[in-house]
């Protein structure tokens, strides 16, 4: 088959899509965006555009839409698919979980069933390190491996994850033409180095990152580090945060190591940097690299939250010969670059 150039990417729009066009067109791929701004900007893909200084294809439709997405389909003879578009908020998914059940899982069907109407080979998964849950690992274990049988999301959000990637490995297993890949991502944070796209929280954020950079220019008052009494070296949770742009890239190699794959091929690949740090390593790391002073306190535990998990990354690094590049300070630097430029109206 002719390697087609042309990639859908679902959720183009919004934070980790937005940063993975970017990458693909870096890499001599046609991405086709597909959003429908449910919970994404439309300035994004301007600047996207600034950044490459060249025009990128999208249609403003949801996932759902299957007569839009045929149309799609058949114009393009795409390559693959990277499907980003879901909902996230783990709180949010706790207090309303049918709306996680309906958009998540309906988005990633009616995706599978174009996918399978027009033979397209590559589908990324845009998965998350939160379908293990809690995990425990023998003694002597440094970081979660895919091997894990254990799965226990500890929300409806994460439960999503799971079973979207039963659905995909279901499929994979009934189709002659395709292959996948489910990318388990641990905590993107950062921007790109223009400071033109990054995370754009819709409200409070719920995420470490952009609470701490909104809470030093003064959009919030102050950070409440959730539990200090967990069974850490300075009792704060500790995350394995990876730089976006790292994450994007990831999915560029995806695609290339599904190619050179036989159909029927479905792995599971974690995607973070193999160190984790403790929120306030997190803390301490941001007010030295931007030499900011951050008002926070501390409060109680959050519900749901996980006491430590950080990535083995050998599989991945192994297969796709792909190593996070940057490191936790110049992530933070790249958040805070971000927060500074962007328009705070939107
Ligand atoms: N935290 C605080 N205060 C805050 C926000 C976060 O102390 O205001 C702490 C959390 O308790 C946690 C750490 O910072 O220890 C990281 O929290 P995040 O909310 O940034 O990220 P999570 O580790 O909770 O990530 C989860 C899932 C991801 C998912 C993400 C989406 O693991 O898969 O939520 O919100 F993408």
């Known amino acids: 088959m002719e390697n087609s150039k042309y990639i ?11 940063h993975t066009v970017v990458e693909l067109v870096n890499a001599g791929f046609e991405p086709v965006i597909l959003d429908d701004f449910r919970n994404a900007k439309s300035f994004i893909i301007e600047n996207i555009q600034t950044i490459l200084g060249r025009k990128i294809e999208l249609i403003n439709a949801a996932c759902q839409d299957e007569n839009n997405l045929r149309t799609i389909f058949q114009k393009y003879k795409f390559q693959g698919v990277i499907h980003f578009a879901a909902d996230k908020a783990v709180g949010e998914s706790v207090k309303n979980p049918l709306k996680y059940y ?19 080979p590559s589908l990324v998964f845009s998965s998350s ?13 440094h970081g979660v491996d895919e091997t894990i049988k ?10 999503t994850k ?8 279901d499929w994979i297993a009934s189709n002659p ?19 033109l796209i990054g995370e754009l929280p819709q409200g409070i954020p719920n995420n470490l990152l952009p609470y701490i950079t909104q809470t030093a220019v003064g959009i919030r008052k102050s950070l409440t580090v959730f539990g200090n009494d967990y069974s850490t070296a300075d ?45 306030l390593e997190v803390i301490d790391i941001f007010e030295k690299t931007t030499n900011q002073k951050l008002n926070w306190e501390f409060g109680p535990r959050r519900e749901g939250d996980v006491q430590e998990i950080f990535a083995n ?34």
């Open 313 to 346: 990354p050998a599989k991945i690094e192994s297969n796709f010969g792909w190593k996070a590049q940057f490191d936790v300070e110049e992530a933070i630097l790249d958040a805070w670059n971000w927060e500074i430029k962007r328009p705070k109206d939107a």
């Open 162 to 169: 799971l079973i979207c990637e039963q659905i995909v490995q």
């Open 8 to 18: 859908l990417v679902t959720g183009g729009a919004g934070y980790i899509g937005s």
């Open 129 to 141: 390190c939160s379908v293990y849950g809690n995990p425990s690992l023998p003694e002597g274990v």
């Open 150 to 159: 254990e799965l226990d999301p500890e929300s409806p959000y994460a439960n």
């Open 177 to 195: 033409n395709s292959n996948a890949t489910l990318l388990r991502y641990f905590n993107p944070i950062g921007a790109h180095k223009s400071g």
């Open 235 to 279: 009792g704060t949770c500790i995350r394995d945060y990876i730089h976006v742009t790292d994450l994007a890239v990831a999915h560029v190699k995806a695609i290339d190591w599904l190619w050179n794959q036989n159909v029927g091929t479905v792995e599971i690949f974690n995607v973070g940097t193999g160190k984790g740090s403790s929120v």
């Open 102 to 120: 309906d958009n998540n899982l309906s988005g990633l069907v009616s995706i599978l069933k174009m996918m399978e109407e027009f033979k397209t």
